[in-house]
């Protein structure tokens, strides 16, 4: 199917008129006068779509998503977590079970909300452990089947509990990537398992066995975090993995001395170690120092109104803001920064074959030959659009489009 976008502004520029065909962007060319037809728009079969001077943008891509804990459209509930993982983790396992619709009802009424609102790429966490068992897992896979002509969707099995402190948990973690699992995860191999070298050996080894990214959560706290990091960076080189290992969080990273922080940016870089952040409130990760380096960045909405915390709402343009906010960034480029980081930069932490920012000036996903993943935006530009998050949007999966003003087609 030929789809032809007219009167379109890629990343806030001119008026453009865009082709997309085989789900790709095929003609990228000035928008046609007012009355006449846009190129492309005369091939049997096309369909025309009107941008009315919206801008254009690559869609986003949510690195960093625990759809298997969601609570969107659920009634909203006190917070019960105490501090720390473990506590944290203990409060979503005494809950989980009771709320009001099943997990895989919960994953893809959110997996929806999140493709409504221009998110055609993810990457979720399912919580495998010897409580859960494989049930968390089953029920993101449904969401992932429920939309599969909508997003594409990679299933990291996830040892939210660790590997090591209950007995058979290394066991189920190997049974999810049977079972269909993309990615392998871990977690906190100091803070949380207090075995490092053991916990690194079981992710890595299974990474190795079943030919698997790994994505590891790193919550730990300043030298200790990176230590981790250091660990982490060991085995990637010695496995010959780069480009198939993401750090998530890495909260403690932004907090290191500067020589330090600065040494182990450029070694990620050096391994194409990848980033996933949540935006989160405190020390922001410095994303002008990754990005020089050439270390891949994604953004993520985390967990949403869940039994971890109150807040996410689908809207990874919400999640952009966040980062712009919690980054301290007021400069247009830096703030269009954030948005590439949401779109291109967690596409290329997904799939590390795929184009991949060169800077925090980079706007790439809009030219010619790149894959028809789309988002139409309303906006004067794309700041204001990270500011405004208005509701007129289009959103464009594998060519054709799979939602409109905010509700699925």
Sequence with gaps: MTLVLRNVRPWGGDATDVTLDGGVITAVGPAASEGAAPAGSASEGAT????????????????HVHLDSTR????????????????MML?????????????????????????ERGTTRVRS?????????LERLEGVLAAREAHRDRADVAVIAFPQAGLLREPGSAEVLEEALR??????????????????????????????KYSVPVDIHLHEPGQLGLFSAQLILERTKALGMQGLVTISHGYGLADLPAGQLHELIEEMGALDVSMATIAPAGAPLPLQQLAAAGVRVGLGQDGQR???SPY????????????AFTSKFRADEL?????????????????????????????????????????????????AAVMDRLPGRTVIHRGRVVADRLQLV
């Design 72 to 87: 969107l459209g659920l009634p909203f509930r006190p917070h019960t977590g105490g501090p720390g993982v473990w506590n």
């Design 335 to 383: 703030i269009e920064h954030c948005v590439a980081v949401a779109t291109i930069g967690g596409s290329s932490v997904i799939d590390p074959r795929t184009r991949r920012l060169a800077s925090v000036a980079d706007r790439p996903g809009l030219a010619v030959g790149d894959p028809a993943e789309l988002v139409l935006v309303e906006g004067d530009t794309v700041t």
């Design 312 to 323: 996410g709402n689908a809207d990874m343009l919400d999640r952009a803001w966040q980062l």
């Design 179 to 208: 079972l269909g699992a993309d990615v392998v995860g871990g977690i906190d191999p100091c803070a949380l398992d207090r075995d490092p070298a053991r916990h690194l050996d079981i992710v890595f080894g299974l990474a190795e």
């Design 48 to 63: 025309v779509v009107e941008g009315r001077g919206r801008i254009l943008l690559p869609s986003f891509s949510d690195v």
């Design 306 to 308: 869940d039994y971890w």
């Design 125 to 133: 966490y399912a919580q495998v452990d010897v409580d859960a068992g």
């Design 91 to 115: 409060n979503d396992r005494h809950n989980w079970r009771g709320a009001e619709a099943s997990v895989a009802e919960r994953a893809t009424l959110t997996l929806g909300a999140m493709i």
